[in-house]
Each structure stands twice: as structure tokens, then as C-alpha cells.
């Protein structure tokens, strides 16, 4: 097992998720927050809206693609 740890500015941590998302076979991350209820929310705030693999994936995925 084990984990790549990462920090920094919400354009770093997306640009990292991204990076784990190209990789073949990926299906899915853990993510940990040492506050969850602040991290969670900030990770949807300032993260989520930065993450191009989540607009790819919502693409395939839509009825129409």
C-alpha cells in the first residue's frame, strides 16, 4: 500500500488529482482532511471546479456523449 500525501494551492491539488486520474486503470482516490467537515467543503469549493478529469468523466458519462 500506500499514498501520495500532497499540499498546496487548490490549482496544485487539482493538477495532482488530474495527474492520478491519467493513470490506466484508475477507478477512483482517498482523500483525507485533517478537519473533514472544512476540508470536504473546501475541497468542493476551490478544487472540484479546477479538476479536468471531472469534466471529462461527466462528459462520458452524460446520456448524450
Known amino acids: 500500500g500506500g499514498g ?3 499540499a498546496g494551492s487548490p490549482a ?3 493538477r495532482h488529482i488530474d495527474a ?3 493513470v490506466p486503470g484508475t477507478v ?3 482523500l ?3 478537519d473533514f467537515l472544512e476540508g470536504i467543503e473546501r ?3 476551490e478544487v472540484m471546479p479546477l479538476l479536468e478529469c471531472r469534466s ?3 462528459l462520458a458519462s452524460s446520456p448524450s456523449a
Open 4 to 6: 501520495w500525501p500532497t
Open 12 to 14: 496544485t491539488i487539482a
Open 20 to 22: 492520478l486520474a491519467s
Open 28 to 30: 477512483g482516490i482517498m
Open 32 to 34: 483525507t482532511f485533517d
Open 43 to 45: 475541497f468542493g469549493s
Open 56 to 58: 471529462t468523466e461527466l
